[in-house]
């Protein structure tokens, strides 16, 4: 059982040499394991801030709150050791790492993740099960990281980042976004495996309704202005989706 | 025609600012044509001259041994000739005026031929180790029409060293060469490049910069006959204290040429100073020519410096490719956070990082061991800098 703590978290986005703007106004969330937190939002509220400052982007800094997984905090520590803590964040826009294989990325990082290096032979088919689960081509491991993937392509291999490292809390930020009505569901039952294995706590960052008939949320919040502005059960999502978020940014403002 | 592309540049002089296609291609046998340089002059600013441990106004004995090991497959002739062999003096001049004190002063010259048609079975390895002094070298290797070989040069040991490569690649013939720049932390190198290609001829260069406290290479390519085409590829890794200079020329003085140069180095510790300069002549009444020169350079540390110029004087209308870019940059640091974010400690995201940087460059010298030899040997470097 892990419980993963959000606690008046401020951050500010780093712009220029002694530029920056504070996004996170105060975020109180807490993410129990196999809980699935949907969040929705208006574009430009901070959302993606709130992803990449728990997981130590280098542009943003937080200057308030806590972030603990059963209680050790997570900002004391450098950018690996929370992935190694059993954090793991999905982005929204994953990035290209030229020259370095998948495959020699997915070994390191497996092998860091685990703390022993698999054996050759049981990662690879591993990696390979694990791939196939979620339609991607073999060729893609010889490939450079996201290196000219299409978007669907780069949110795929994110799941299969997901599906391979087992965290205890996972932040997908638009996961959904980009992909094709087959690939949605595959990689929505990707999802889901990681819940049932291993009861993975989840925040689950859309701006559609329909990831959440594939994965079900036991919460849906509306983040709006740098903070949680309402919190509901799935109900809220479909009252969203019809009425938009116009009553949360005038209250925000 | 297409005009050259403006990427972002480091400490670059603007085209045509300082002329120099004259001097370049010109060159001399004899060293005495060359004034003393007391570092003003545009092909010295950049060479710290009292590094050069007196070549650049040799007075005293060249007095250095090489050991020099060739293993050589069936289909090579390997000659030790003396100063008067006219082969010599064929395949162009020195550009500098310690590269003509090399010309001026080598006993002995090592030629190896690679007979016409011949296709090498295994790579030519040239093992060269200096075992101190000062010494003036004068190589030539030669492929005769449709000969086909790969000519790996691998240096290591001490001293100061001068001396001219000559390459002559005949019709249709294909040369890959490889030289290996790995000297003890305290020599001096510098070596000119002379390579002509014959019609339809291909040469293929890797230069592999890692050692020495000085090294500048400057290779220099010409063109005999249509369709010849040249590659110029390069690798350094410049540590602390230590001055990589490489200098390439391009001279499409005739139509239907191609070249491509690639160069890449990473830098790190105090002091370490990387030179890179990329002539490149379209000449007067060609047509065709395809060209493109890049220079790469990942500052690892702050007190690194680096000096990227790339020099693209076009004298026709009719050019079918000609462009170049230069950037020089920190690593990047997103890619690093996006290798962390998955768990991998920092100094192994580097590493991987770095890696990747080279892994396109050494991906294309064609023997594995040796690929897998100089990946090692650029980690090596690496973690000690750490
Ligand atoms: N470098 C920057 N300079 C100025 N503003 C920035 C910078 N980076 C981010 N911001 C601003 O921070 C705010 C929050 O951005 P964030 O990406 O967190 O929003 P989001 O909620 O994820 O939006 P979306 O739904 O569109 O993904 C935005 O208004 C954005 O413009
Ligand atoms: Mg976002």
Redesign the pocket.
């Known amino acids: 059982m892990t419980k993963f703590e959000i606690r008046g978290l401020r951050a500010d986005?780093?712009?220029g040499e002694d530029?920056r703007?504070e996004?996170l106004k105060g975020v109180d969330l807490t993410v129990n394991s196999g809980e699935t937190h949907a969040i929705m939002?208006?574009?430009?509220?901070?959302?993606?801030?709130?992803?990449?400052a728990i997981a130590g982007h280098p542009?943003y800094e937080i200057t308030e709150g806590e972030v603990l997984i059963d209680g050790e905090n997570v900002l004391d520590m450098e950018v690996d050791e929370r992935a190694r803590a059993g954090v793991f964040l999905a982005m929204?826009y994953p990035v290209e790492v030229p020259g370095v294989s998948m495959s020699n990325f997915l070994r390191s990082s497996v092998t860091a993740v685990r703390g022993e290096a698999p054996k050759l032979r049981q990662f690879s088919k591993e990696l390979q099960g694990a791939m196939k689960n979620l339609s991607i081509d073999s060729g893609f491991a010889a490939r450079g990281v996201n290196e000219g993937f299409s978007g669907g392509e780069k949110k795929r291999h994110e799941i299969l980042q997901l599906e391979l490292l087992k965290p205890k809390v996972a932040i997908l930020?638009?996961t959904d976004s980009g992909l094709d009505v087959d690939a949605l569901k595959i990689v929505s039952e990707g999802i889901n495996r990681s819940k049932e294995t291993h009861q993975m706590g989840t925040m689950l960052?859309t701006?559609y309704t329909r990831i959440l008939n594939h994965v079900k949320p036991d919460f849906v919040h509306v983040?709006a202005g740098?903070r949680i502005a309402e919190s509901g059960g799935p109900d809220l999502a479909d009252t969203l989706e019809s009425e938009g978020y116009e009553r949360f940014v005038k209250a925000g403002a | 025609m297409t005009s050259p592309s403006t990427e972002p540049k480091a400490h670059s002089h603007g085209l045509g600012e300082i002329p120099f296609s004259k001097l370049a291609t010109h060159g001399s046998f004899d060293v005495n044509d060359f004034p003393v340089p007391n570092g003003r002059e545009e092909e010295w600013r950049f060479t710290p001259l009292r590094r050069l441990k007196g070549l650049h106004d040799f007075k005293g004995e060249a007095d250095g041994v090489d050991r020099l090991d060739v293993d050589a497959p069936e289909g090579v002739t390997v000659e030790k000739v003396g100063r008067d062999d006219e082969r010599l003096r064929t395949a162009g001049l020195p550009a500098d005026r310690v590269t003509a004190q090399a010309h001026s002063a080598f006993e002995e010259a090592t030629v190896l031929t690679v007979a016409k048609g011949t296709a090498l079975e295994r790579p030519v390895t040239i093992e060269r180790q200096a075992q101190g002094g000062t010494r003036f070298d004068q190589y030539l290797i030669e492929l005769e029409p449709m000969a086909e070989a790969v000519v790996v040069l691998k240096q290591t040991g001490t001293g100061v060293r001068a001396g001219n490569l000559d390459l002559h690649v005949g019709e249709g013939a294909r040369l890959t060469l490889v030289s290996v720049q790995d000297w003890e932390q305290d020599a001096v190198d510098v070596t000119q490049h002379n390579a002509q290609v014959e019609k339809d001829g291909t040469f293929k260069s890797i230069v592999v910069t890692l050692g020495g406290d000085l090294v500048r290479l400057s290779p220099k390519v010409a063109y005999k006959d249509r369709g010849a085409n040249a590659e110029l590829h390069g690798l350094y890794f410049t540590g602390d204290g230590q001055h990589h200079e490489h200098r390439s020329l391009i001279d499409h003085n005739l139509s239907s040429t191609r070249s491509r140069v690639e160069y890449k180095g990473a830098l790190s510790g105090k002091d370490a100073h990387a030179v890179w300069i990329g002539d490149v002549i379209i000449g007067e009444g060609t047509s065709g020519t395809d060209s493109y020169e890049l220079n790469r350079n990942l500052q690892l540390t702050d007190d690194t410096r680096v000096d990227s110029v790339p020099n693209l004087e076009i004298f026709t209308g009719e050019v079918e490719g000609a462009g170049h870019a230069s950037a020089s940059g920190r690593l990047d640091d997103i890619h690093l956070f996006y290798l962390r974010s998955r768990g991998i400690p920092e100094e192994e995201a580097r590493r991987l990082v770095i890696r990747g940087y080279f892994l396109e460059l050494i991906n294309r010298i064609p023997i594995e061991e040796l690929r897998d030899e100089i990946m090692g040997k650029v980690e090596q470097k690496l973690a000690s800098h750490e």
């Open positions: 986005v780093l712009i530029e703007q996004i939002g208006p574009n430009g509220s901070g959302k993606s801030t709130l992803a990449y542009r929204q930020d638009e960052i701006h983040f740098g």
